[in-house]
């Protein structure tokens, strides 16, 4: 058994009180690890704000469990603790690959199921754990339980989207997606507003689409957007997954490096950049995942680190009110000098077998970075009041400073929630910050 007390940050890098992190190295010590409760689950931290921090965490890399893939079906049996990177570098070589997957590679299989991580493929495949066929969970009472959409349904919910609160995920079954080759067939289409750009993503015909929008420039330019449209090659071809990072950042800056200028020079050479480019092919890692080109980006931020916002609008009030709530947000954090690396994205119907508190759902999302600046952190503040108010929501994934009152008027279901918990855990063994300040 490893302990290590230290800084376990989220992803946003935002200031943290020191904790302690507890590896169960051999897997079969997790009996020992769990005695010290309450305890939040940790994978990769990728997660932005405080969902996977906490004063006692069990570093759920060290799940590395079996790894077992049928090649004629498709199905992967994998430990929870093996990252999206691996399992994908791993299958693609057989002509497989999962079937949906988030902006980093660096995503642990139970972090995907805790958060139902989503991809650009929402709008036609659902998200992550649409795809999940069976789980094998630890859950509060000691017990080792299997579960699916079948077998044990209110676990299996407790569990897809539930944020690590309700048992650990210590293996999954995975339905995967066959694929020829590694390439993804790539285009890119200029839009001068953000109407057109949802327009276009809406009537896309592409599995997978999203939209880079220009979250820093004044004026007219505020708003634009890049819609990147892509399907997997359909002819045979390599099958390789992710090249590594280029290069790496090898410490925090000490001050923030991405100001509203840098913002803008920065948009403005991908915009132009990006309406000149031609339909091509992409390997695989560079479609899904160009942020790792960069490892440990976040540091750019500074000491002070950043914080993501990300929306989920209904589109009942998008076709109500077009793209105006998501104008409003852009004119909103240009009271901060406007966010960094914004996109937007169509979502597709919930997935009722998730928890009442995941993600996931009709509408599309908006979601921006913001150095997290005092000032900032009021404008996200209000923010999220605005989203409650037009009866969206946030990614708890990416929050850190949403309220629970605020959470509360946000979600319809949070108290079929509550008592799917405490039927899991009565006694309140996992917790998380996050969990503590929404009262989750
Ligand atoms: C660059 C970048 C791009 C991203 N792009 C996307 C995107 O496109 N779509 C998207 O949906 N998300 C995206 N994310 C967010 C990320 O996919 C999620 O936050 C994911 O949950 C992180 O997984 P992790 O292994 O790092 O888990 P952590 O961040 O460590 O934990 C996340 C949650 O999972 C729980 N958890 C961890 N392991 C287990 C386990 N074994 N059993 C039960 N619960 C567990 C934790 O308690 C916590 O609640 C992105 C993040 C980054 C940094």
């Known amino acids: 058994m490893r302990r290590v007390v ?3 940050a989220g992803w ?3 200031p943290s009180a020191p904790s302690r992190l507890v590896t169960p190295e051999p897997e079969d010590a997790l009996d020992e690890a769990l005695r010290e409760f309450p305890l939040g689950l940790r994978g990769l931290g990728r997660s932005y704000g405080d969902a996977a921090c906490g004063p006692v965490l069990l570093d759920t890399t060290a799940l590395r469990g079996p790894f077992e ?5 498709g199905l992967l049996r994998v430990g929870a603790g093996r990252s999206l990177g691996e399992i994908t570098a791993l299958c693609l070589p057989w002509g497989w690959a999962p079937a949906v997957l988030p902006g980093t590679r660096h995503v642990t299989v139970g972090g995907a199921i805790a958060a139902d991580v989503h991809g650009k493929n929402h709008h036609v495949a659902g998200a992550f754990c649409a795809h999940v066929v069976r789980l094998r969970a630890r859950v509060a009472d000691g017990r080792v339980l299997e579960c699916g959409r079948v077998e044990r349904p209110d676990l299996f919910q407790a569990l897809c989207g539930g944020m690590g609160l309700c048992g650990v995920v210590l293996e999954a079954t995975l339905k995967l997606e066959a694929r020829q080759g590694s390439g993804f067939l790539r285009s890119t289409l200029a839009c001068a507003s953000l109407d057109q750009a949802l327009d276009r993503l809406r009537s896309s015909s592409a599995s997978h689409t999203v939209a880079w929008v220009d979250a820093a420039s004044p004026g ?9 449209e892509g399907d997997p090659q359909p002819d045979p071809g390599p099958l390789e997954a992710a090249r590594d990072a280029w290069i790496a950042l090898p410490f925090t800056l000490p001050m923030n490096g991405v100001r509203p200028p840098i913002m803008r020079a920065f948009n403005e050479a991908v915009w132009q950049q990006g309406r000149r480019s031609k339909p091509g092919v992409q390997v695989h890692g560079d479609f899904f995942w160009p942020l790792d080109a960069v490892a440990h980006w976040n540091r750019l931020y500074g000491k002070q680190g950043f914080l993501q916002f990300q929306c989920l609008l209904p589109d009942e009030l998008l076709e109500r009110q077009g793209v105006a709530p998501f104008v409003e ?11 960094s690396l914004a996109v937007m994205k169509t979502m597709g119907p919930r997935d009722e077998a998730t928890a009442p ?23 996200v503040c209000k923010a999220n009041a605005m989203v409650a108010h037009w009866g969206g929501r946030i990614y708890l994934a990416k929050d850190a400073l949403l309220d629970a009152p605020t959470f509360a008027r946000m979600t319809p279901g949070l108290e079929a929630w509550r008592a799917l918990r405490r039927s899991w855990d009565p006694q309140g063994m996992w917790r998380s910050d996050l969990s503590t300040r929404l009262e989750l």
């Open 329 to 339: 947000l852009l004119r909103h954090f240009m009271g901060a000098g406007g966010g």
């Open 12 to 14: 946003g890098n935002t």
């Open 357 to 379: 508190i995941a993600f996931p759902g009709k509408g599309a999302t908006l979601a921006l970075d913001i150095p997290a600046t005092p000032q900032a952190r009021e404008l």
């Open 6 to 8: 230290g800084r376990h």
């Open 69 to 73: 893939l049928d090649q004629d079906r």
């Open 220 to 228: 007219r330019a505020l708003g634009r957007c890049l819609v990147h």
